[in-house]
């Protein structure tokens, strides 16, 4: 197994050679030592598109990839892929669709935050307020997650060497220095690094991992024929996935791309044929390497029958470090990729409430100048994550389950960005069916209701959606 120490130190290494690369590159050009509000934010929207394209990436993979897609199929067998693979189509549709109105709208106002765009078009600093502080809410349990994610991988990788404190506390103060003098280039560059990383681990290490336990392929899956069939068909082995949870979570799974971080990153292209080129690299790379994803799943099911879902990953790694000196390699570029995607993830949604609490909540009644603007976000961003890391210490039993209804909860607020482009917006309509989806997922969620099998998700972006139209029209009408 490869010297977790030796691993941590690496990735020091690497975020330090980019963060210093970054300063001195902006000390060159500006004289300036820190980023300047829109730098720190955007990135001055002035990255070449193959960056663009790999940060977009690497907050849609990332760790999800090769620690969340192996742990759904290895539950729920190869209906989890279909409906990754099925929402992510829709979610590139929805890219194009609704990214390039919000980029040309955000360039044409000199917008840096997507929730200022809502506001702006809605002419109500009270909605982006609004918005603000409950997304911020939504956001608060993926931070934290972050950090546990990071404190269970280092100590079970290291047998317990390196505890939550140390490991995570290791990890804290490289992102607090990210925060405070890289921002947005800082983490689209080390996205980079840890996107690479994660594809060339998973690519030669799922060809390791099948030919060290099978042979090839079609012995595997030639093998799971015989032991567990039900992995090769839907429903799966839990019966999940029916026709109507498959349909609804591959559209509720489409609301990722209106949390802020990814909205931002549109935000951050020059125009919309960058947006055209990250969405078509976005479709090749996802085929390669959400199929490697699916093979470490459906060969654990089979190794590892009685491990938790989310061990499998762990189990893998472990696994792929004893074959050999290119297993060790493969091994440890998959734990730094993880490592950083994990910490790179923490550092966008940091950079998103920085950004909605100093653009959304404090500009909108009190008047902040640039430099001012970066030190509040800075605050906020470190009492964040000082805050989550405490959380951190004794995480409360039903975080998870948080975290999966946080990103059901953006649902309620779709109709209201989608519409910020229809000549019938209102207001009214956008603060109605937003605090009447919320409420109607809490009262799905809280009592497990499902109707007709469709997931909590759908059932409160439908609902959003039809009393948004509904009052659009009634209040158009009486004006």
């Known amino acids: 197994m490869p010297n977790v120490k030796i691993i941590l130190g690496i990735v020091a290494s690497y975020f330090a050679l980019i963060l210093v690369a970054i300063i001195w590159e902006r000390y060159r050009k500006n004289k300036v030592l820190l980023p300047k509000i829109e730098d720190f934010l955007l990135a001055n929207r002035d990255l070449p ?46 890219m194009l669709f609704f990214g390039k109105p919000l980029r040309r ?42 950090l546990v994610g990071l404190g269970k991988l280092l100590e079970g990788f290291s047998g317990g060497e390196i505890g939550y404190i140390e490991g995570v506390g290791f990890v804290l103060s490289i992102i607090a220095f990210y925060m405070l003098f890289g921002g947005m280039r800082a983490v689209a ?70 949390q802020p971080h990814m909205l931002t990153r549109m935000m951050m292209a020059k125009d919309d044929k960058q947006i055209n080129k990250i969405a078509i690299s976005l479709f090749v790379v996802a085929l390669l390497i959400f199929i490697p994803s699916m093979i470490f799943g459906l060969g654990g099911s089979l190794l590892f029958h009685e491990t938790a879902p989310n061990q499998i990953s762990g189990n893998i790694f472990a696994q792929l470090s004893t074959i050999g000196i290119i297993g060790t390699v493969v091994s440890a570029l998959l734990f730094i990729g993880v490592i950083g995607a994990s910490m790179s993830t923490a550092d966008s949604l940091l950079l998103s409430m920085g950004q909605l609490v100093t653009r959304d909540l404090l500009r909108s009644f009190i008047v902040i100048k640039r430099g001012w603007q970066i030190l509040f976000a800075r605050i906020t961003m470190v009492s964040m994550l000082v805050f989550s890391f405490f959380i951190g210490l004794s995480p409360p039993q039903f975080m998870i389950d948080l975290a999966i209804y946080s990103a059901a909860g953006v649902c309620a607020f779709i109709p209201t960005m989608v519409g910020m482009f229809w000549k019938r917006r209102s207001t009214l309509a956008a603060f109605v069916s937003s605090i009447f989806g919320l409420i109607i997922l809490s009262i799905f969620a809280t009592n497990s209701i499902r109707p007709y099998g469709f997931h909590e998700g759908f059932v409160t972006l439908v609902s959003a959606s039809l009393i948004y139209v509904v009052l659009c029209f009634i209040c158009a009408r009486n004006k």
Do not use: R
């Not at 849609?60 to 759904?72: E, W």
């Not at 702006?120 to 409950?134: C, T």
């Not at 991992?209 to 039900?230: H, R």
């Open 49 to 94: 598109i193959f960056v663009l394209a790999l940060t977009f990436m690497g907050s849609l993979f990332s760790a999800f990839t090769v620690v969340g897609v192996p742990g759904s199929v290895f539950s729920n067998g190869i209906g989890a892929m279909g409906y990754i693979i099925f929402s992510f189509m829709l979610f590139i549709l929805t």
């Open 105 to 146: 709208y955000a360039a044409k106002h000199s917008l840096m935050s997507p929730i200022e765009c809502v506001s702006h078009a809605y002419k109500s600093k009270w909605l982006g307020a609004y918005m603000a502080m409950f997304i911020i809410l939504l956001l608060v349990p993926y931070l934290s997650l972050q």
């Open 189 to 258: 560059y080390t996205d980079v690094v840890q996107t690479i990383a994660i594809f060339v681990g998973a690519i030669i290490g799922v060809y390791l991992f099948v030919t060290y336990n099978w042979g090839n392929i079609t012995n595997l899956f030639a093998e799971l024929q015989i032991s567990k069939p039900e992995m090769l068909s839907m429903p799966g082995p839990n019966s999940f996935y029916t026709g109507a949870m498959f349909f609804s979570q591959s559209l509720f799974l489409v609301g990722i791309i209106f």
